[in-house]
């Protein structure tokens, strides 16, 4: 069974020659998960030890400036198409380009309206964790 494919969204009517296509790197950030537990002690020292022996779980953010309302709908219809959270998807990093399993991060996918007069624009941020 193959997983399902996160959208490539390209901004399909740019609203200056300046602005970029493709997910914003203003938008990107990477945040390692902290597989330790710690224990502070009465003497003021510190124990710890992994809670687990996997390697540290990887979160990225990232997320697009001024796309149409029709690449907002593909990006919420695959939000629902995956449950939310629920179901492992294929997605390929902006900063390296490699492909990841991931799941989206509950309630990580954020829609702001941007757009002014005619022009129906919107801002996506996102938030997935690597499977």
Same mark, same amino acid.
């Given at each position: ?5 996160? +959208? ?8 200056? +020659?300046?602005?970029?296509? $493709? ?21 003021? *020292?510190?124990?710890? !030890? ?5 390697? +540290? !779980? ?5 997320? *697009? ?7 907002? /709908?593909? @990006?919420?219809?695959? *939000? =629902?198409?995956?449950? $939310? ?8 990093? +902006? /900063? ?6 991931? !799941?989206?991060?509950? $309630?990580? @996918? ?6 002014? $007069?005619?022009?129906? @624009?919107?801002?996506?941020?996102? =938030?997935?964790?690597?499977?």
């Amino acid at each position: 069974m193959t997983n399902p494919v996160f +959208p490539n969204i390209v901004s399909a009517e740019p609203v200056s +020659p300046q602005m970029s296509t $493709g997910e914003d790197s203003k938008n990107f950030g990477i945040e390692y998960e902290d597989p330790s537990m710690q224990t502070k002690m009465d003497g003021g *020292y510190v124990v710890s !030890r992994a809670k687990f022996t996997r390697t +540290p !779980r990887r979160t990225w953010t990232s997320g *697009y400036t001024s796309i149409s309302n029709s690449d907002k /709908q593909i @990006l919420s219809n695959f *939000y =629902q198409s995956v449950m $939310g959270g629920s179901v492992i998807f294929d997605w390929t990093s +902006p /900063q390296d380009g490699q492909i990841y399993q991931v !799941r989206f991060i509950s $309630g990580s @996918l954020k829609f702001r309206y941007t757009g002014i $007069g005619t022009s129906q @624009l919107w801002d996506v941020t996102y =938030q997935v964790q690597e499977a």
